[in-house]
Structures are given as structure tokens and as C-alpha cells.
């Protein structure tokens, strides 16, 4: 079996028995796959008690837990787990049933063949990145929270990361090339830019990452093109879901 849904932002809660009793019939060989702003690796520093908590108890389920990552993710710490094959695919292994699934990656899982690729721009960040050791950070920050506008500051709540690299997307095409550029599903945090027009208008603005997904949309077959970020549960077309609470039998 394989579930499938959206934002978590560190709260697990919809995986509880109560929320999510499907579980019950779920073995380690089946799987939740999570769109994005995963949340659960954020805080600074190391694994926090509460952090350490829910990464166990996820561990502890039934099935196996996959996440691609968002734009609300701290990089420094993903990118620090160790890096193994899996499943056809290189991951971030963050327990042994817990599992990032990185970007350009082809997965074999339950007989489907699934594309991956996390980040996304995040939109809320009006008054801008800060930087910590800027001389007027102080200055900046207490404007900003007068004002009440967005911020974020980077390596706390930001990272540039959440941007794809140019070898990330030079590896998903490579990686679609040698799948003969067909796949079951794909699962990505946003979504092509002509998608997002259809979901927010000209809310959302175009960028490296929702043009690339723009080329692999209609370059490349797939079944169903599974997202998150936009905090909503929509069918936008036949193909293209966004997933935000609700989670769905996809296997
Ligand atoms: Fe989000």
C-alpha cells in the first residue's frame, strides 16, 4: 500500500490511530509518502528532546515514512543524515523507517516507479532573508516585527537550499532519460508554473523550479503528479493533485 499526503510542519498528529486507522493494516513494507514541509528536522542545533520524540514514534508505526522536502525544512541538518540507496533511488536515511527521498530521484516502490523532487520558494518572506551577523540585524528585525511583515532569517528559518541546484535538475533528467522519461507518479512540493496559475492566478510567482517542472510536464509521462505547499486539497487537473491534511490510498 501506498498513502499520500501534504504539509506536516513537524505536527503528526493525522498519523495518530484515531486520525489514521488504516494503519492498522500497514506492514513496514508499506508506506506514507509526505509532500513536502516535512517539519520534522528544524530546530537548530541537533535532534531536539521533542524532535527526537516524534522522529521515534514515527519509527514505531506500522509503515514506512517518506518524505521529499519543502522550502520549510532545515537544510543544514537534512543534508546531514547519511546518504544510502534505496529502493533504486538516493535517500537521507533519518531512521531506518523514516526516509527523505532526495531530488531527480527515480524510486521503485510497491511496483511503481516515482519521481521525486523536493524545495520550493517560500512566499512568506515580504520583509525579506536577514542575515545574523549583519551590523543592523537588530535594527532590521525590530522594524520588521513593528511592521508586521514576514521575515525569515537565514540558517534559522530560511535556507537558499530550498532552491534546486543546477546538477539536482540536470540529475532528474538523467535520471527520467534512463526511465525512458515515463514514471507511475511524481511527488514534488510545488508545482509547474502553469499549474500555479491555475491554483492562485498570478499569486504565485514563477520561478527556476516551477519552469523546470514546467518542461517535465510535458516531456514526461506520468500517472499522477502528486504536491504540497499551496496548503490545500485540490484536483487542479486530471493529473495534478495538491495534497495539504487529507491522505490518500495511491497503491
Ligand atoms: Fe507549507
Request: proline share 3%; charged share 30%.
Amino acid at each position: 500500500m501506498i498513502y499520500i499526503t501534504g504539509d506536516c510542519h513537524g505536527n503528526f498528529k493525522r498519523f495518530s490511530k484515531d486520525v489514521f486507522p488504516e494503519q492498522k493494516e500497514m506492514t513496514k513494507e508499506d508506506y506514507v509518502i509526505i509532500c513536502g514541509d516535512f517539519g520534522g528536522i528544524w530546530d537548530k542545533g541537533e535532534e531536539s528532546r521533542t524532535e527526537k520524540w516524534w522522529l521515534d514514534w514515527l519509527a514505531s508505526k506500522t509503515f514506512t515514512t517518506l518524505f521529499v522536502d519543502g522550502n520549510h525544512e532545515n537544510f543544514d541538518r537534512l543534508y546531514s543524515y547519511p546518504m544510502e540507496a534505496w529502493h533504486g533511488g538516493n535517500a537521507h536515511k533519518i531512521r531506518d523507517s523514516v526516509v527523505h527521498l532526495m531530488r531527480g530521484q527515480v524510486f521503485d516502490i510497491d511496483g511503481k516507479k516515482i519521481f521525486t523532487f523536493g524545495g520550493a520558494s517560500s512566499h512568506d518572506i515580504d520583509g525579506g532573508i536577514l542575515e545574523p551577523d549583519d551590523p543592523q540585524y537588530k535594527k532590521r528585525k525590530k522594524e520588521l516585527d513593528k511592521g508586521w511583515l514576514p521575515y525569515r532569517i537565514n540558517h534559522h528559518s530560511w535556507w537558499a537550499q530550498e532552491l534546486p541546484s543546477m546538477e539536482e535538475m540536470e540529475e532528474g533528467l538523467r535520471n527520467l532519460a534512463t526511465n525512458g522519461k515515463s514514471v507511475d507518479y511524481i511527488v514534488s512540493h510545488c508545482c509547474a508554473s502553469s499549474t500555479q496559475v491555475l491554483l492562485g492566478g498570478s499569486t504565485f510567482k514563477p520561478d527556476v523550479l516551477t519552469d523546470y517542472f514546467e518542461e517535465l510536464r510535458q516531456k514526461v509521462r506520468f500517472k499522477k503528479w502528486f504536491f504540497g505547499h499551496y496548503h490545500d486539497n485540490v484536483d487542479v487537473s486530471a493529473e495534478e493533485i495538491l495534497l495539504y491534511e487529507q491522505i490518500i490510498r495511491i497503491s
